[in-house]
């Protein structure tokens, strides 16, 4: 079993900062590819970023040059700063973590508005 446990969200006005932590306990387990998605109200789940082990990284094309995915192996986090954030950044936002099985956090909210 991976637990993950997400930091760091909450409310920013629009052209705000915000930064997202996820801390995986790995219980010997070897974790692969880490993400962020969220999901805002009526709308599906959607891939935000992903990061690899060797930090080969991946973005949705509406967050690229405003987010940044980074990772911590030694820790075990994976982080998302996100900058310049939107209203329509709005969303509940998920970390993700792969080995054999893929796990989930429980979600933190991001709230963009004036």
């Given at each position: 079993?991976?637990?993950?446990?997400?930091?760091?969200?909450?409310?920013?006005?629009?052209?705000?900062?915000?930064?997202?932590?996820?801390?995986?306990s790995r219980n010997g387990f070897?974790?692969?590819?880490?993400?962020w998605y969220r999901q805002a109200p009526g709308k599906q789940r959607e891939l935000v970023a992903s990061i690899t082990t060797n930090s080969r990284t991946d973005y949705a094309d509406?967050?690229?040059g405003r987010f940044t995915i980074s990772r911590d192996n030694a820790k075990n986090t994976v982080y998302l700063q996100m900058?310049?954030?939107?209203?329509?950044?709005?969303?509940?936002y998920y970390c993700y973590a792969e080995t054999r099985v893929a796990?989930?956090?429980?979600?933190?909210?991001?709230t963009v508005s004036l």
């Open positions: 079993q991976v637990q993950l446990v997400e930091s760091g969200g909450g409310l920013v006005q629009p052209g705000g900062s915000l930064r997202l932590s996820c801390a995986a070897s974790i692969k590819t880490m993400a509406s967050v690229k900058n310049s954030l939107k209203p329509e950044d709005t969303a509940v796990y989930w956090g429980q979600g933190t909210q991001v």
